[in-house]
């Protein structure tokens, strides 16, 4: 008869040995998703932060948007509001600095300063404008526009405007207070390839108070403004707040 020896056979081992890799990769398997779910949860967080911040900035300047008159080289009068499928620019009573009041804003797709992720969305805002400088200067050459960034992270974004002349509504993709002689009924903003976000597009239809429910389409006429500025005055955009503006008085203040 022979002795048993005390120990494991060789195909318990293979038994035990597969049975402990199994747990490895299960216990593994499960807190690697554990993690890539905080981290996901962290970027929806912050992702939704960004975007609550950047569309609350932007609600109430397109909301308090003003069809403030611009004056071309022609003497021509016309709302201040022009807007592309990736820019916009108009004249809001809801400043971001200063306390409020009137502002020149700009909404611009970037890649480059200030983002600090391409592409973003650039926010440029000046208290400085006049009729004149609104109608003939380009808004690029305003050394008075600060600009930060607004939103980034995404992969797409573009403006689109409601045009709604009492007959008909129609969205366009771009704008000119001076072809339309109006201003939009609204503003619509679609963002794409947000992170952490459910979906994949996200939109916001914006009216424009002045226009969807004033008592006019954001139209200006020729008694808004006063007589223009001579020829090299008026044009260096020192006004504040709209300057030479709307019943503003053109002489010395009655002295």
């Known amino acids: 008869m022979t002795e048993r020896r005390d120990g494991f056979t060789l195909l318990e081992l293979v038994l035990a040995m597969s049975a402990l890799a199994m747990i490895t990769a299960i216990c593994y398997g499960a807190f690697h998703l554990g993690i890539r779910a905080v981290e996901s949860g962290e970027r929806a967080v912050v992702t939704a932060q960004r975007l609550r911040v950047a569309t609350d900035v932007l609600i109430r300047q397109v909301k308090s948007a003003v069809p403030y008159p611009a004056r071309n080289r022609d003497d021509d009068v016309y709302p201040y509001f022009v807007g592309t499928a990736t820019s916009l620019t108009f004249i809001t009573a809801n400043a971001q600095g200063g306390g409020g009041g009137l502002a020149r804003v700009v909404y611009q797709l970037a890649e480059e300063e ?8 650039v ?8 009729p004149d400088v609104l ?3 380009p808004v690029d ?34 704008w000119d207070g001076q ?12 963002v794409t390839g947000l992170p952490g976000l459910e979906l994949d597009a996200w939109g916001q239809e914006i009216p424009v108070m ?46």
């Open 210 to 255: 002045a226009t969807a429910y004033g008592e006019n389409t954001g139209e200006v006429d020729d008694d808004e403004l006063g007589a223009p500025a001579d020829e090299g005055e008026g044009d260096d955009g020192g006004g504040s707040g709209g300057g030479g503006g709307p019943g503003e008085d053109d002489d010395d203040g009655g002295l």
């Open 141 to 174: 050459n305003d050394p008075s526009l600060t600009g930060v960034d607004l939103l980034h992270g995404f992969r797409s974004l573009k403006f689109e405007y409601l045009m709604n002349d009492g007959a008909e509504t129609e969205w366009r993709e771009s």
């Open 123 to 130: 926010l440029k805002e000046t208290p400085f404008f006049s």
């Open 179 to 190: 072809t339309d002689e109006m201003m939009p009924a609204a503003v619509r903003i679609v």
């Open 114 to 121: 200030p983002c600090t992720v391409v592409p973003c969305l």
């Open 135 to 137: 109608g003939r200067e």
